[in-house]
Structures are given as C-alpha cells and as structure tokens.
C-alpha cells in the first residue's frame, strides 16, 4: 500500500472539488441548468476521449441502469448547484454529505441490506449536527435547505444504483452516461434562462468539467492504492477547503454552532465509514 501517494492524491482530489463549488459559487449570475450543461461538456471532452482511445464501448452493458444512474446524478448535481446560490458553501458541502445515511435506508429496500445498531448511532449524530445547524443558524435560508437534502436523497440513490451495475460497466462509461444525460438535460432546461456568458465566465464554467474530472480520477487512483479505511475519511477535506474558500473568498460567516453542526454530521460519516468497512 501506498498511503504517502494515497493521501497526496485525496488532497488533490478534493481541493479540485472545492475549486469546483467556489467556480460555482462566483457564478451566481448564471442559473444552475446552464452550469449543469458547461459542467458536463468540460467532463465529457475527457471521458470520451479515454473510452475512444482505449476501445471501450460507449454504450454500456446495464443500459437501463445507466440511464436511471444519469436521470438522478443530474437530479441531484442541479440541486446542489441551486442550493449553493442560498446557502454558504461549507454548509451546502456538509449537508450533501448526508448521502451515504439516505443510502444506507434506501439499501435496506432494494439491496435488503441491514443497518447496525452502531450505525443508527452514527446516523443520529449526523442528523443531530443537521438540527444544530438548522435551529442555531439565523442565516440559513430554508429554500436552500430543502434543495440541498433532496440533493442528498438523489445522490443517495446514484450510489444504491451504481451499486446495482456494479462491475458489468467500466467506471468512464458509467461517468459519460451520467455526462451526456446532463449535458442534455442542462441543455434544454436551460435555453429559456440562458445568459451569454462573458468571456471570463465561459473559462469560468469550463473549468468546472476539468475540476470535476480530475477530482473524481485521483478519489479513484487513492482508492486503488490505499485501503478504503486509510483514504475514505479523507474524502471530507473537501469541506474544509469548501468553508475556507467561502471565508476568505467570499466572506462568508459560520457562527461557532454551525461549525459544532458540520463537525457532528463529519464525524458521523466517518466513524459509520470506518465502521462498515470494519
């Protein structure tokens, strides 16, 4: 194992994830469907080129499962974006992270998984941090709230449907699926809001594909070097890069509740992540 490589690598990963939400953050002038749309055609420029180049087919084996993997990764790219523009980014970040606790449910029903005992308590700690935020935070707005728990919930279900494919698809393939659907459903939601961009907002929305790729291929290159216990914890980094660049960036304020709130719903996560890989 290479945990030196392992941990340099998550660093990049999610500091790349936290340029992507401050690259978002700073276009608040253009709506989410558009970002959506740019999001995808930066991704996709590299995804196609490594699936061409290595001869992999773009289709895909689990066709449908593909499809319905897009339809709720889009859902739930949107409303994160969406929710980004009312809420302070290391919250919006910390909130979006509830995903594996509304993974975890749905996996009882549809892959009859069962949840610990240990888990339920870990859960709890979570949504206690989430009430903390929520009760203690006065600049928490509550449309942005909700747009960033059903974010959660669909993101919840992308990792119960990737679950589902499984090995049958390679991961690139998976990725472009969930790329071209957005950069189709962007597309077309966004034509009725559409703003010219500048030409520093164009570089602006195309840099969010680069981001998003490069953070999602060394997450993976860690994964494959180091044990999932050593790297996944690491994964929240992204919060802490997210809250300083809102702070120094955008002057965004966390009172010291709302700090005590991402740490619990933090910590939550990733004792259950240490705990079932366990």
């Known amino acids: 194992m290479d945990v030196k490589n392992a941990i340099k690598f998550m660093l990049i990963s999610t500091f790349a994830f936290a340029c992507m939400n401050a690259t978002v953050k700073h276009l608040i002038d253009i709506n989410a ?4 749309f740019f999001r995808s055609i930066g991704t996709l420029v590299f995804t196609f080129t490594f699936l061409i180049k290595n001869n992999i087919s773009i289709l895909g084996n689990r066709r449908k499962l593909l499809v319905i993997r897009g339809v709720v990764g889009v859902t739930s790219m949107t409303l994160f974006f969406m929710s980004i523009k009312y809420l302070s980014m290391g919250t919006a970040v910390s909130l979006r992270y509830l995903a594996p606790v509304f993974a975890a449910v749905f996996a009882i029903f549809f ?5 610990k005992p240990w888990q339920w308590a870990f859960f709890l700690m979570a949504f206690i941090g989430v009430l903390i935020i929520k009760g203690f935070d006065s600049q928490l707005n509550s449309y942005g709230l909700i747009l960033i728990l059903t974010s959660a919930v669909f993101s919840g279900l992308v990792y119960i449907t990737i679950s589902k494919i499984g090995k049958s698809d390679h991961p690139v393939v998976v990725v472009n699926y969930f790329m071209v659907i957005a950069a189709v459903v962007g ?3 966004s034509i009725k809001y559409w703003i010219t961009p500048t030409f520093l907002q164009l570089l602006l929305l195309l840099s969010l594909g680069v981001y998003g790729y490069f953070g999602q291929v060394y997450m993976t290159k860690a994964f494959q ?11 929240y980094l992204e919060v802490l890069f997210t809250v300083l660049f809102g702070v120094f960036l955008f002057a965004e304020v966390y009172t010291f509740l709302s700090i005590i709130g991402i740490v619990l719903i933090i910590c939550g996560l990733t004792l259950n992540a240490l705990y079932k890989r366990n």
């Open 33 to 36: 469907y558009q970002i959506v």
């Open 187 to 189: 597309g077309v939601l």
């Open 111 to 115: 892959l009859k998984e069962k949840i």
């Open 225 to 235: 070097i180091a044990s999932t216990n050593q790297v996944a914890p690491l994964k």
